[in-house]
């Protein structure tokens, strides 16, 4: 994985030399295949060269998209693509795990095929949350932690977070765009992490919960002898 050593930054490393980079790769996810769109990716963004990838997001959908590749940045074991996306016609944030295929547009030579625009700031982008990534109008979140979540606030929410500390935890709100990827971050936690606004996110996670109970409930116990 000769890219890795080229490419973007590690944002857990802000302090470190802008130009390294961690080898690991978060376990799920076909290493040889993302060293290859890396390289190619690498290669792209300085030629300033549009690429066509087939991009398979949260929903399990695969859309085929022409990109202007701007940056990339590595996040605790996850390499992400920052560009432009002609389908979405905005700037768009692509999981590098997801790309099911890759390729340059063909018909390119020589360099600057497309302009960064002057306030692109990779950092910036890098420090957003998955729920910060657009699919819907931006909604406002409450989310109610225990004590023992406290002291990891800016780990599982980030930088843009109002925290208001009150008896036994603290209350957290947020703006979301992508209501799905809080839900994923959120669950994990349980009741440590209660949302109390909105009331449609509580009630659709309350659902999950108790289907996750029943399953639960069901499954086959094997008493010890």
């Known amino acids: 994985l000769r890219a890795l050593g080229k490419l973007g930054f590690d944002l857990d490393d802000m302090e470190g030399p802008a130009g390294f980079a961690h080898v690991p790769l978060r376990g799920g996810f076909d290493a040889k295949k993302i060293g290859k769109h890396l390289e190619l990716l690498h290669g792209a963004v300085a030629r300033r060269a549009q690429v066509e990838l087939s991009y398979r ?64 700031d990779i950092s910036a982008h890098a420090r957003r949350r998955p729920w910060e990534y657009p699919q819907h109008a931006p909604m406002t979140v409450r989310i109610v932690l225990s004590q023992k979540l406290v002291p990891a606030v800016g780990e599982i929410f980030g930088d843009f977070v109002e925290v208001e500390p009150r008896e036994g935890g603290a209350m957290v709100t947020l703006k979301v765009s992508n209501r799905r990827a809080l839900m994923e971050a959120v669950l994990p936690h349980g009741a440590a992490a209660e949302v109390v606004e909105p009331s449609d996110i509580r009630e659709e996670l309350a659902t999950i919960y108790r289907e996750l109970a029943e399953r639960y409930e069901e499954e086959p116990r094997h008493e010890s002898a």
């Open 57 to 120: 997001g949260r929903s399990r959908e695969s859309t085929q998209r022409r990109v202007d590749p701007w940056g990339l940045y590595y996040r605790q074991g996850l390499w992400y693509l920052v560009g432009y996306c002609n389908l979405r016609e905005e700037a768009r944030t692509f999981h590098l795990g997801r790309i099911e295929s890759l390729e340059l547009t063909r018909g390119q030579r020589g360099h600057g095929h497309f302009e960064v625009p002057a306030d692109f």
